[in-house]
């Protein structure tokens, strides 16, 4: 069974730059068919998906968020991180890395974090 485990700091400076990374056992980011995002939920509201990095390793961002996220990889130690840069308050959230696939044309998740809470804050 696949496991994700997120990491990095809990508390970023408004203007710099958050960095997560996803740890995953159990199952190889680079096994065909699946996807690894990073999802959000910031206090009060929703879940946003903010991007992935495929199997093949492509990447894909959501528009409201491309211009200041980046997503990564490292095969070596089956990771893949987040960076999102010039961070303000309205970043704070809690941070879920999660695998997923496509089922029919749409996406889904079938492993997930436990989530990790960062507080951008001077």
């Known amino acids: 069974q696949v496991q994700l485990q997120e990491s990095g700091p809990g508390l970023v400076k408004p203007s710099q730059t958050l960095s997560l990374t996803c740890t995953v056992s159990g199952g190889s980011i680079t096994t065909s068919y699946y996807t690894w995002s990073w999802i959000r939920q910031p206090p009060g509201k929703g879940l946003e998906w903010m991007g992935v990095?495929?199997?093949?390793?492509?990447?894909y961002y959501s528009p409201s968020l491309k211009s200041r996220t980046s997503i990564s990889r490292d095969t070596s130690k089956n990771q893949f991180s987040l960076q999102l840069s010039s961070v303000t308050p309205e970043d704070t959230a809690v941070y879920y890395c999660?695998?997923?696939?496509?089922?029919?044309?749409?996406?889904?998740?079938?492993?997930w974090g436990r989530g990790t809470q960062v507080t951008v804050s001077s």
């Open positions: 990095i495929r199997y093949d390793d492509s990447t």
């Open positions: 999660a695998r997923g696939f496509l089922w029919r044309g749409l996406p889904k998740y079938d492993s």
